[in-house]
């Protein structure tokens, strides 16, 4: 049997957001003792986390550079913070506003993902898409998820980026790494 790859896709924002959102989640960490976000890249998951054989690793490659382009770069805004309130896991994050180019870059991955992909599962919820930023997550007890949210469901956040590519992120066991980016339609 061959080692298991893990791989998801993303769009990731510009410098400038990458720091504001990691400073956000800096915070957390140190308000809310809940630091496994900071183990990741700030995102906007588009294909959530799945396992590959490494032997099929350029074979996905070769797949994610062919992903037809099907939007053409557009503007993201994110606005103020969300959360889904899961009862032992509980989430924050930043709002992207939902845009049709979101949905259709998203939906567009999905189906071409399942096409390709089809003995993965894709999830119930991949297929009815909530954008989101995640903060905090996995460690964020219930208790600090309450203080938290306190403080966040009314705090401001707002930020505006071009999306003009999205990402294929793979694990290395200690973090995650952007491997490929593929462009939007010009």
Same mark, same amino acid.
């Given at each position: 049997?061959?080692?298991?790859?893990?791989?998801?896709?993303?769009?990731?924002?510009?410098?400038?957001?990458?720091?504001?959102?990691?400073?956000?989640?800096?915070?957390? !960490?140190?308000?809310?003792?809940?630091? &496994?976000?900071?183990?990741? #890249? =700030?995102?906007?998951? $588009?294909?959530?986390? *799945? +396992?590959?054989?490494?032997?099929?690793?350029?074979?996905?490659?070769?797949?994610?550079?062919?992903?037809?382009?099907?939007?053409?770069?557009?503007?993201?805004?994110?606005?103020?913070?969300?959360?889904?309130?899961?009862?032992?896991?509980?989430?924050?994050?930043?709002?992207?506003?939902?845009?049709?180019?979101?949905?259709?870059?998203?939906? !567009?991955?999905?189906?071409?993902?399942? &096409?390709?992909?089809?003995? #993965? =599962?894709?999830?119930? $919820?991949?297929?009815? *898409? +909530?954008?989101?930023?995640?903060?905090?997550?996995?460690?964020?007890?219930?208790?600090?998820?309450?203080?938290?949210?306190?403080?966040?469901?009314?705090?401001?956040?707002?930020?505006?980026?071009?999306?003009?590519?999205?990402?294929?992120?793979?694990?290395?066991?200690?973090?995650?790494?952007?491997?490929?980016?593929?462009?939007?339609?010009?």
């Amino acid at each position: 049997m061959s080692f298991q790859n893990l791989y998801f896709v993303a769009i990731i924002p510009p410098q400038n957001i990458l720091e504001e959102v990691t400073a956000i989640k800096a915070a957390f !960490a140190k308000n809310y003792n809940c630091s &496994k976000a900071l183990r990741v #890249i =700030p995102h906007i998951t $588009l294909k959530a986390p *799945f +396992k590959l054989s490494s032997s099929a690793h350029t074979q996905l490659l070769n797949w994610f550079g062919k992903i037809p382009p099907i939007v053409k770069p557009f503007i993201t805004e994110l606005k103020n913070f969300g959360t889904f309130a899961n009862k032992n896991s509980p989430v924050i994050f930043i709002k992207p506003v939902v845009s049709d180019h979101l949905m259709q870059l998203q939906s !567009a991955i999905i189906h071409d993902f399942e &096409k390709h992909y089809p003995q #993965i =599962p894709v999830s119930f $919820l991949e297929h009815h *898409f +909530k954008p989101h930023m995640t903060i905090a997550y996995r460690d964020l007890k219930p208790d600090a998820y309450q203080r938290a949210w306190e403080v966040y469901k009314d705090k401001p956040y707002e930020a505006v980026f071009e999306v003009c590519d999205f990402c294929l992120l793979q694990h290395d066991t200690k973090q995650w790494n952007i491997i490929a980016s593929n462009r939007l339609m010009p």
